[in-house]
């Protein structure tokens, strides 16, 4: 049996099957210590493992359902058979849906909060007292600059990252003199396959921002978490998106942010195929004038 004191550190890399946790992943294996891969793509996984492997890291793999309630205990068990202990928690699983709130499957948005929200909030709890306890390592949590703003057509994946956004910076100030960091990282568009999987990539909003490589932000990520940085937002266009959310009042940010959301041939996101201003766009006139000119 395994002594607590001989276990070993691990990063513990959450949808490291591929995207920016993959990408983190061969960044974090540079340092050639555990780096323990958590997705449910086994394909991806044994993938993932090998450029770890390949980047001088001791690579372990988990087949997961993050979502499924017992996900922290599993994850927990498995890493102690291994002899290892949570030293860095990477949360970068998620997704998220495109199209008018009202249309899109409810069970499709509520599993975004499921997964963006809900399984790195336990996962991060789950595993924060041990590093307190310790007084090391971290969790570095990947949100995205859609969490500056809200975002009409992508109601709750925008909020959802906001919500990441918002939970680890108060965390980072709840911890600093702790020797645990949190990090919360906030990219543009990235190329990855989430783009063509939310249908963000139909976008004017997602395709303005200029793309960036999955590996520019794991390196920009990583390097931040390492110097006890706050928020990472890798990019100077990510940034300026940042900055023209903290100026521009809602007023005017929603209408332009709904707008660049709708779709470059401006195609109504419910999924109608008709023009927006021939379908949502008419009827939210007429709900706006209501009956009998009155706003209802």
Same mark, same amino acid.
């Given at each position: $049996?395994?002594?607590?004191?001989?276990?070993?550190?691990?990063? %513990? %890399?959450?949808?490291?099957? +591929?995207?920016?946790? @993959? &990408?983190? &992943?061969?960044?974090?294996? @540079?340092?050639?210590? #555990?780096?323990?891969?958590?997705?449910?793509?086994?394909?991806?996984?044994?993938?993932?493992?090998?450029?770890?492997?390949e980047?001088?890291?001791?690579?372990? *793999?988990?087949?997961?359902?993050? %979502?499924?309630?017992?996900?922290? *205990?599993?994850?927990?068990?498995?890493?102690?058979?291994?002899?290892?202990?949570?030293?860095?928690?990477?949360?970068?699983? +998620?997704?998220?849906?495109?199209?008018?709130?009202?249309?899109?499957?409810?069970d499709? =948005?509520?599993?975004?909060?499921?997964?963006?929200?809900?399984?790195? *909030?336990?996962? *991060?709890?789950?595993?924060?007292? +041990?590093m307190?306890?310790?007084?090391?390592?971290?969790?570095?949590?990947?949100?995205?600059?859609?969490?500056?703003v809200?975002?009409?057509? $992508? #109601?709750?994946?925008?909020?959802?990252? +906001?919500?990441?956004?918002?939970?680890?910076?108060a965390?980072?100030?709840?911890?600093?003199?702790?020797?645990?960091?949190?990090?919360?990282?906030?990219?543009?568009?990235?190329?990855?396959?989430?783009?063509?999987?939310?249908?963000?990539? =139909?976008?004017?909003?997602?395709?303005?921002?200029?793309? %960036?490589?999955?590996?520019?932000?794991?390196?920009?990520?990583?390097?931040?978490?390492?110097?006890?940085?706050?928020?990472?937002?890798?990019?100077?266009?990510?940034?300026?998106? #940042?900055? &023209?959310?903290?100026?521009?009042?809602?007023?005017? $940010?929603?209408?332009l942010?709904?707008?660049?959301?709708?779709?470059?041939?401006?195609?109504?996101?419910?999924?109608?195929? $008709?023009k927006?201003?021939?379908?949502?766009?008419?009827? =939210?006139? =007429?709900?706006?004038?209501?009956?009998?000119?009155?706003?209802?």
């Amino acid at each position: $049996m395994i002594s607590h004191c001989e276990f070993r550190p691990a990063v %513990v %890399v959450i949808g490291g099957s +591929g995207g920016i946790g @993959r &990408a983190i &992943a061969s960044v974090a294996a @540079r340092e050639r210590g #555990a780096v323990v891969l958590v997705a449910r793509s086994p394909e991806g996984l044994a993938a993932a493992a090998s450029e770890v492997r390949e980047g001088g890291g001791e690579a372990f *793999t988990l087949e997961l359902d993050l %979502v499924a309630g017992d996900a922290p *205990t599993r994850l927990e068990g498995f890493l102690s058979a291994h002899g290892l202990v949570c030293d860095v928690l990477v949360n970068s699983a +998620g997704y998220g849906l495109r199209g008018a709130a009202t249309a899109l499957p409810i069970d499709g =948005q509520l599993g975004i909060i499921d997964l963006n929200i809900h399984s790195l *909030t336990e996962l *991060t709890l789950h595993f924060l007292p +041990g590093m307190v306890a310790r007084r090391r390592g971290g969790v570095l949590n990947l949100s995205s600059v859609a969490g500056f703003v809200p975002g009409p057509y $992508m #109601a709750l994946y925008f909020a959802s990252k +906001g919500f990441v956004r918002f939970f680890s910076e108060a965390l980072h100030q709840e911890l600093r003199r702790t020797g645990v960091t949190v990090t919360c990282v906030a990219p543009g568009p990235v190329s990855t396959e989430f783009l063509a999987r939310s249908g963000a990539n =139909q976008t004017v909003l997602f395709n303005i921002l200029p793309k %960036v490589d999955p590996e520019y932000v794991a390196e920009r990520a990583w390097r931040g978490f390492k110097s006890g940085r706050r928020l990472v937002v890798p990019g100077i266009s990510a940034k300026l998106a #940042a900055l &023209a959310a903290a100026l521009l009042p809602s007023a005017a $940010m929603l209408p332009l942010v709904g707008r660049l959301q709708r779709g470059g041939n401006d195609q109504c996101p419910c999924g109608s195929g $008709m023009k927006f201003k021939k379908c949502c766009g008419t009827r =939210q006139i =007429q709900l706006r004038r209501g009956p009998r000119g009155i706003i209802p």
